[in-house]
């Protein structure tokens, strides 16, 4: 059978990989079973740790902070745009997209968290200012990446960012997995409720769509909380 479930995070461990110049991430323990009675854990991270959304607030001084973003924004039907073989900083432009079904969600698949904890995971390819339009024009509110960013590392400007975030739109970033995905998924990924906060670590999974579902017609760019 096919598989059904996908877990697309990456698991949160002390010293893991993080954006250069964000907190370390510290896992620690303060009590123990056998000292205690019960194991309690202490964690020290940053608010972009691992597998997480950017909130408008990450790059626009008065945009929307975590903790006012509803959970049906970061649920639903998720159009999945697999684009493998693409070389270090190659910029993904209208034609690498191909034939794709417009979404609310769209997940762009490179396959390049396979260098997770590399050196060469620094060197991502980045999506391009036109193909981003395009896809917002088509409706998208929600983009996810197996990448660390859709700008070029050490950018001093964040054209991707200020073009999503700057219109109310979100980012997750540093998914894994959607290279196993098929071209249509149903998408789940929550943060914590961080008041005020400019970005969140998340669980990300997606689940195979039914035959029912991929029939079904409604609103794709309707949410609600």
Known sequence: MPRTCFD?????????????????????????????????????????????????AHVDQGGRTVDGILPGELIGTASV??????????????????????????????????????????????????ACRLLTDAGMHLLGLDTASPDPPGADVLSVHDLLLGADHLIIENLRGLADLPSSVEFTALPLPLVGGDGSPVRAVARRRTACQEGRRGNPSGWSD
């Open 8 to 56: 697309l995070t990456h698991p949160i461990a002390t010293d893991m990989p993080v954006y250069p110049g964000d907190p370390t991430v510290t896992v620690t323990g303060v009590a123990t079973v056998v000292a205690d009675g019960c194991s309690v854990r202490s964690l020290s991270l940053g608010t972009h740790t691992g597998t997480h959304v950017d909130a408008p």
């Open 81 to 130: 745009l697999h684009i493998p073989a693409l070389r270090p900083g190659e910029i993904i432009t209208p034609a690498h997209l191909g034939a794709w079904r417009p979404a609310r969600i769209v997940l762009i698949a490179t396959g390049w968290d396979a260098h997770w904890g590399t050196d060469a995971y620094s060197t991502y390819p980045v999506l391009g200012e036109e």
